[in-house]
Nanobody
Framework: QVQLVESGGGSVQAGASLRLSCAAS????????MVWYRQAPGKEREFVAG????????NYANSVKGRFTITRDNSKNTVYLQMNSLNFEDTAVYYC????????????????WGKGTLVTVSS
């Protein structure tokens, strides 16, 4: 069974940093486009960052560009999201998702989703 397990969330003050991890199992990780999404209370799910199979291409939401960095380690079947200069607008549940057969980063293209990890940023 495919599993995506996020970790690294927590409660921090504005300006702090967190590193999220997503450990994948049950799929060929190196063939999967990996994506981070987030959902804040009362808001729709939002794309955060995506990374191609080899890690050669990345994409970021404008709201996190320059602050967040997505990376992957195919030898460890893990994708990371380094989050710097966190602010209150970053408060959300962060979800890891995988597109096992394509290159798209849109939610409808994702085959598998993790259960999420909560990030809370206080001012």
């Amino acid at each position: 069974q495919v599993q995506l397990v996020e970790s690294g969330g927590g409660s921090v003050q504005a300006g702090a940093s967190l590193r999220l991890s997503c450990a994948a199992s049950g799929l060929t990780f190196s063939r999967s486009t990996m994506v981070w999404y987030r959902q804040a209370p009362g808001k729709e799910r939002e794309f955060v960052a995506g990374i191609s199979r080899s890690g050669g291409s990345t994409n970021y939401a404008n709201s996190v560009k320059g602050r967040f960095t997505i990376t992957r380690d195919n030898s460890k079947n893990t994708v990371y999201l380094q989050m710097n200069s966190l602010n209150f607008e970053d408060t959300a549940v962060y979800y890891c998702a995988a597109n096992s057969g394509g290159y798209s980063w849109v939610p409808d293209a994702m085959d598998f989703w993790g259960k999420g990890t909560l990030v809370t940023v206080s001012s």
